[in-house]
C-alpha cells in the first residue's frame, strides 16, 4: 500500500533542488490508512496502558519485597530465624561445632533426611499431626529430640513410657537426674509438663508435683528426648542460665540433625505408596507465595477483562401490542397484587400531569403551584384539589374506583385559560 497526502494539505513549499525550503513544516506522513505515525503509537499506548500499568506495578512490588526481605525467614523455632522466636543463634553454634544442619518442612522430607547415626528435631507443630505422619516420624531410626510435642506424638516416640500432664509450675529447677545432658546443664527455669508411665523414662527437673522438664527413653538402639518447654532453643533465652547447654548436648550427639519445622498444611508421610502416586514429592520452596500472587494476578485480569453490562439498547418490538392491552395488563398486575397504592399513584400523576400541560405549568412545577392553578379554574375548594391530586390511597377497590371517577370530572373542568 502506498503513501498518500490527505486531500486538504497543500504542497510543501520546496527549493530548487526539490529539497523542503527551511523554515517549512514538512506534511504528515500518511501511514496508507488515514493515521499518522503519531496516532497509531497514541493508540496502541492507549490499548496497552492499563497491561503495562499493571506489569509495571507487579514488577515494583516484587522488587520491593525482594529488596526488603529480611536476610532471615520469620518462621518460629526454624534454624534460619534471627527473630527473638527463631533458633538461629543454636544452628549457627552447631554448624562451628561440626553439626551438619538440614533444614525440612515436611514430614516426607524429615523422614528421607533421618536416618541411623542422626538427630531429628521435631518442633511444635502449628495445627496438630495426622497419624500416619506420626506412625511414619515413629518407624524412622535416628535419634529423636521432642519439643513441646502433643500428646500422640509423644506416646507414639516413646512406646506410652512418656505422656504430658501440662499441670507443672514453671520455675528453677535442679536436674535430679543421672543423665549427662542434664547434668551439664544444671539448675534451668523450665516449664515441666511431663510424667513418666514406663521404667525406662529418665525424667529431670522435677517440680514438686512430680511433673518433669525433660525427659529421655532409650529403645531400639536409640534415644527419644522430650523437652518439654521450647525456651532452650529460642534466640531470646537461649543464654539462660543452662539452656545453651541443654540445647548443645541434646541436638549435637551426631554429626548431622535433621531440623524439623512442620508446616501448617502439610500432609505428607513419606511412605513409598505416597512417593510413587505423586510427581514431584514437595514443591520448591517460595512456591506458596508465588501461587497466591499469580492467584490475585488472575483475579485481577479476570475483573479487568471481564465482560461488563453495558447501556441498554432499544429495539423494536417484533409484534405490534395495542396501548389498550398494555393499560389492561398493567390494571391486571396490579390488581392481583392488591396495589391499590400504586394504581392510585399512577392516576393522580397522569391526571395531574395533563391539568398542568392544560393550564400551561412547566413540568418542573411542584404540587403547590399546580393545586393553586386547577382551584383558580375550577373555583374548587383548595383543601379537596390537593386532596384529589395529592391525598393518601384509597383503602379498598370501591374508593379507588370512585378517585378515578373523581379524577376524570376535575380534568373535565380544567380548561386552557
Known amino acids: 500500500m502506498t503513501a498518500i497526502a490527505p486531500p486538504h494539505a497543500s504542497p510543501t513549499a520546496t527549493g530548487p533542488t526539490g529539497a523542503p525550503r527551511p523554515g517549512t513544516a514538512e506534511p504528515p506522513v500518511v501511514i496508507g490508512d488515514s493515521t499518522t505515525a503519531g496516532s497509531r503509537a497514541r493508540g496502541r499506548w492507549h490499548r496497552s496502558r492499563w497491561p503495562l500499568t499493571v506489569v509495571g506495578t507487579l514488577v515494583v512490588l516484587v522488587l520491593f519485597m525482594a529488596w526488603t526481605r529480611p536476610p532471615s525467614s520469620g518462621v518460629r523455632y526454624a534454624p534460619d530465624n534471627a527473630d527473638p522466636d527463631g533458633a538461629r543463634a543454636v544452628a549457627e553454634v552447631l554448624g562451628a561445632q561440626g553439626v551438619d544442619v538440614t533444614h525440612v518442612r515436611s514430614v516426607a522430607d524429615a523422614v528421607r533426611a533421618a536416618g541411623p547415626g542422626t538427630t531429628l528435631l521435631v518442633t511444635p507443630h502449628p495445627g496438630y499431626f495426622e497419624p500416619e505422619q506420626i506412625d511414619s516420624l515413629a518407624a524412622t531410626e535416628a535419634d529423636v529430640v521432642l519439643l513441646a510435642p502433643d500428646f500422640e506424638l509423644v506416646e507414639a516416640m516413646t512406646d506410652g513410657a512418656v505422656t504430658t500432664s501440662g499441670w507443672g509450675e514453671a520455675g528453677v529447677l535442679q536436674p535430679g537426674c543421672d543423665d549427662p545432658a542434664a547434668e551439664a546443664a544444671g539448675s534451668i527455669d523450665l516449664d515441666p509438663g511431663l510424667a513418666g508411665t514406663g521404667p525406662d523414662a529418665v525424667l529431670c527437673w522435677l517440680d514438686d508435683e512430680g511433673d518433669a522438664a525433660f525427659a529421655r527413653v532409650r529403645a531400639d538402639d536409640r534415644s527419644v528426648a522430650v523437652i518439654d518447654d521450647p525456651a532452650v532453643i529460642l534466640n531470646e533465652s537461649v543464654l539462660d542460665q543452662g539452656n545453651a547447654t541443654l540445647a548443645l548436648w541434646t541436638l549435637g550427639e551426631h554429626d548431622h540433625l ?126 379537596q384539589v390537593a386532596h384529589l391530586l395529592y391525598g393518601p390511597p384509597p383503602a379498598d377497590d370501591a374508593a379507588l374506583l370512585q378517585l378515578a371517577r373523581h379524577l376524570d370530572t376535575l380534568e373535565s373542568e380544567v380548561h386552557r385559560p
Open 258 to 383: 535433621v531440623w524439623f519445622v512442620p508446616e501448617m498444611f502439610d500432609t505428607s508421610t513419606g511412605t513409598v505408596q505416597e512417593d510413587r502416586g505423586q510427581l514431584t514429592p514437595t514443591l520448591p520452596p517460595g512456591s506458596a507465595p508465588v501461587g497466591l500472587l499469580l492467584v490475585v494476578v488472575a483475579l485481577f485480569l479476570a475483573f479487568w477483562r471481564g465482560r461488563r453490562l453495558g447501556p441498554l439498547v432499544t429495539e423494536d418490538l417484533p409484534v405490534l401490542v395495542r396501548s389498550a392491552e398494555t393499560t389492561r395488563g398493567r390494571g391486571r398486575l396490579y390488581r392481583a397484587a392488591r396495589a391499590r397504592g400504586h394504581a392510585a399513584a399512577g392516576l393522580r400523576a397522569s391526571a395531574a400531569d395533563r391539568v398542568a400541560k392544560r393550564l400551561g405549568l412547566a413540568r418542573s412545577a411542584d404540587a403547590p403551584t399546580v393545586v393553586d392553578a386547577v382551584v383558580a379554574a375550577t373555583n374548587r375548594p383548595t383543601e
